[in-house]
């Protein structure tokens, strides 16, 4: 039995490699939310928030269960006009276990004395664990383990294992477990004056030992079906117990009653099973769930194949690093939140991968162009995600072909913020939460996300051989982007240019020249050398399909030669000014705009990343100044290399002779004049000091990124969802930056610069349908390949041959 003097050894029990473990050993109330966020389970189906199960919304806790692609439109009156919000909808909870002893109401434990307490994200196994010991006002002392998964390996499970030890009494105990449908869009106080009301009940009920609750979405009308099985054991044993059935509008539970004695087991396992009418393959979501529910008899059934899942999952992804204990540890937990965002099942979940996870409901669950930094992550251990999350772009390109239309323009125009049905999601107005007002919001002419999506569909296709995909659907959405970047280019007779108005780079604090009345700018930079770079890039695409695929592809979308000659004069006539000392000017009148004064604004406000709510609250504008929300011209240099960059100038007429030196000056000029109000611009900071050999600038952004989310550096954003771009970032700098990795001239080269306190880093990766084991140290690195061949691998420029089951070493 277990008692209080041995409590500590079973409370022990589960200690296991620390870089594998995100552990708390105290209860911190101002720490909860955020603590939440990082122990979310998930399985690319659905996530579910480290709430503890007893706790419902309020200041400190914050149950949300998001299942991907179940939105709601809703609209709200603002300011006597109606907008409309499309949310990620916070689904029933599926959490609740609360308990009480003998004839007291239910308390969580955590409003008791709390005595002990463990909290712990098992990153190997999937597994969320929380280990409490409280004691009543009566001096009654419990123990809790509780043990939580989204299963990995069938992904409309979950289930919750509920451990209850009465330590110094022996009493009738209660527990409720339920299902909660009276849920809604609390999880973000910005947001609270919007319509958050998001579910309708549908029907609830108990059918033999199972509790059934099915809701719709109010507009989108998505039917989503829970069922759940709670099953009692005492010290392992079956138990059996009396059930009451506990009805309050849409949520359903049960009350287990049970005579509990001191130092035993009380072990509640509930097993949930999940659908919604977006399932592909499933006609009714209310009796899947129920026929899933019925296959399974107990936690471990769900437990085992979920484990052995992940530990496939972690077979591919993982990163081993020694001698940062810090780093090894977030490089788990980064790698752990992307594949509990988008996983193996998105192949059969039509849904894109939104900016902040299935984490929470900042930005309301949308989709941005964070896949940019999110790809290279699936690319090279899971491609079949990469192709998932293009495949749920190809199906919105008729919205994204609207959409330009509507705009005036050809092709496909996809839109900055979107969510299920394609649409454009961008606010119309904005929440000023430093000034309390609305304030026009032009942040959807970032018109670039078509940019990154023609790049990551190009990257997808050239690391992972897929032609199948590229023939039967990236070749169209690439030729459909082109289209749409050379409609919005105009020629200019007088300036003998292709220009581009009306958009915004990636800093979104600039929106419009200052003093215009039209929103968006011309001619930025970053945005008018990638449309020289893909347009150049289709044009050898499509010279280099097979004829067949070629013919029927020009006749699917009837392209004209017209087009391709107007496309190929682009790439040498697109307007790009650099002034005389190679600063290439972010946009259009740039250079002209006024210095600001940084120190003034750090000494008022201290933190002054969100320099756009200061200025604008002291009725100023941040289009007047030379400032950034995060890396704009820099972004080039994130996605090309120097060189590329150089060629692409030379062609517009533009000679610069060093390309170092070029990234150099225009480094050193942007960095001091931006804010990183986004952490996405430390990423791109630190990646591109590869090229300088910067190695201590680039750790410093890189520990930065690598701290933002587990320790919410930003102040509050993590607890409303992860940032999966900076979290794929961080993996990116590891791979690109300090193990060097890359295939830029389409081989696989690598030219390590590890962190000075580094000893190793050894990792697998995926390119051209082949697996590299690499295995970097201070000095050399080793490579085996997992096929039957010899494949080539560069480094500092020199050819090696790798065969198959001999690793080569190559001394760097
Ligand atoms: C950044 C965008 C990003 C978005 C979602 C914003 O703060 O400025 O670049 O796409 O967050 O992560």
């Known amino acids: 039995a277990i008692s209080i003097k041995n409590l500590d050894n079973w409370f022990r029990k589960g200690v296991k490699e620390d870089s594998w473990h995100l552990t708390y050993y105290s209860f911190n109330k101002e720490e909860e939310k955020l603590r939440e966020t990082l122990c979310t389970v998930g399985n690319g189906y659905f996530g579910a928030r480290g709430c503890f199960e007893a706790e419902n919304a309020s200041e400190t806790h914050y149950p949300g269960t998001y299942i991907a692609g179940v939105y709601n439109k809703t609209p709200t009156l603002v300011r006597g006009r109606k907008i ?37 994200l098992d990153m190997h196994n999937g597994i969320m664990e929380r280990f409490i010991t409280c004691r009543d006002s009566a001096g009654r002392i419990t123990t809790i383990h509780t043990r939580r998964i989204a299963s990995m390996f069938n992904p409309h499970y979950a289930a919750i294992q509920y451990e209850i030890i009465p ?21 973000v106080d910005r947001y609270n004056n919007l319509n958050s009301s998001h579910l309708k009940l549908v029907s609830k009920g108990k059918t033999d030992d199972i509790l059934h609750l099915a809701v719709d979405t109010s507009h989108s009308k998505t039917r989503i079906a829970m069922n759940s099985k709670t099953i009692v054991y005492e010290n392992n044993s079956l138990k059996y117990a009396k059930r009451t059935l506990l009805e309050d509008r849409a949520k359903l539970g049960e009350e287990i009653e049970i005579i509990a004695k001191e130092g035993r087991i009380y072990t509640i396992e509930k097993l949930v099973s999940i659908y919604t009418s977006l399932d592909k393959n499933v006609s009714n979501p209310e009796e899947a769930a129920r026929e899933d529910i019925s296959k399974v008899n107990s936690f471990r059934d769900i437990l085992e194949p979920h484990i052995k899942t992940w530990h496939s999952l972690w077979r591919n992804a993982n990163i081993t690093i020694s001698g940062d204990r810090f780093i090894q540890k977030t490089a788990r937990l980064h790698t752990y939140h992307l594949l509990a965002t988008a996983s193996i099942h998105n192949k059969n979940i039509d849904a894109g991968m939104p900016a902040r996870g299935l984490h ?30 293009l495949m749920y772009r190809y199906r919105r390109l008729k919205a994204a072909k609207k959409y330009a239309g509507d705009n005036g323009y050809k092709g496909a125009m996809y839109p900055w913020q979107t969510a ?33 999506i023609f790049y990551n569909i190009w990257e997808y296709c050239s690391t992972s051989n897929d032609l199948d995909f590229l023939h039967d659907y990236g070749i169209i959405m690439l030729l459909e982007i082109a289209r749409f970047w050379a409609s919005i280019a105009e020629y200019d007779e007088a300036t003998g240019k292709y220009h581009i108005k009306g958009v915004m780079g990636p800093d979104e604090y600039h929106e419009k020249a200052p003093g215009s009345k039209e929103d968006g700018l011309t001619d930025n930079a970053y945005t008018n050398i990638m449309v020289a770079w893909l347009l150049d890039k289709t044009l050898h695409i499509i010279d280099g399909l097979p004829q067949k695929v070629k013919k029927k592809v020009i006749k699917t979308i009837n392209l004209k030669p017209s087009e391709t000659d107007k496309w190929k004069a682009i790439t040498y006539k697109i307007n790009v000014i650099i002034d005389k000392n190679e600063i290439i000017s972010q946009f259009n009148g740039y250079l002209e705009l006024k210095e600001l004064n940084w120190e003034k604004y750090r000494k008022k406000y201290g933190n002054i990343k969100r320099l756009d709510r200061l200025l604008k609250a002291e009725k ?48 050193d000029y942007y960095v001091k004049r931006t804010s990183h109000g986004s952490t996405l611009s430390m990423i791109v900071h630190s990646n591109i000091l590869k090229y300088l050999k910067d190695s201590e600038t680039a750790w410093e952004w890189f520990t930065r990124c690598a701290r933002s989310d587990i320790y919410d550096t930003q102040g509050g954003t993590t607890i409303e969802g992860i940032h999966a771009g900076v979290m794929a970032g961080t993996l990116n700098i590891i791979m690109q930056n300090f193990a060097g990795i890359s295939h830029s001239r389409e081989k696989l080269e690598i030219n390590p610069r590890l962190p000075k306190h580094w000893n190793r880093l050894s990792f697998r990766i995926l390119y051209k349908e082949n697996w590299y084991n690499i ?9 085996r390949v997992e096929s039957e061949g010899t494949l080539a691998v560069y480094s500092k420029g020199k050819r090696y041959t790798v065969a198959g089951s001999k690793p080569k070493t190559i001394q760097y």
């Open 84 to 120: 409309f919000n499309n949310d990620l909808v916070n689904c029933p909870n599926w959490l609740p276990i609360e308990f009480r002893i003998g004839n007291k109401g239910y308390i969580s434990p955590l409003n008791m004395e709390v005595l002990n307490y463990k909290q712990d």
């Open 167 to 187: 330590l110094n009494y022996i009493e009738k105990i209660y527990i409720k477990s339920s299902i909660n449908g009276n849920v809604e869009n609390t999880g």
């Open 360 to 389: 929470g409901e900042a930005y309301r669950g949308h989709i941005f162009w964070d896949e940019l930094f999110i790809f290279p992550f699936y690319n090279q251990y899971f491609p079949e995600i990469t192709r998932s999350l």
């Open 420 to 452: 299920d049905d394609g649409s454009e999601e961008t606010q119309i107005i904005h929440y000023n939460p430093v000034s309390g007002k609305w304030g026009p919001d032009s942040s959807r002419r970032q018109r670039h996300v078509s940019i990154a």
């Open 620 to 667: 100023d504008t941040p289009d007047r100044y030379k400032v950034a929300k995060q890396a704009d011209t820099l972004m080039l240099f994130y996605l090309l290399a120097p060189e590329e960059i150089v060629s692409i100038l030379k062609n517009l007429g533009q000679d610069i002779k060093d390309a170092h030196k070029l990234l150099k000056e225009n480094y």
């Open 775 to 783: 295995e970097i140290t201070r000095s050399r690195i080793k490579v």
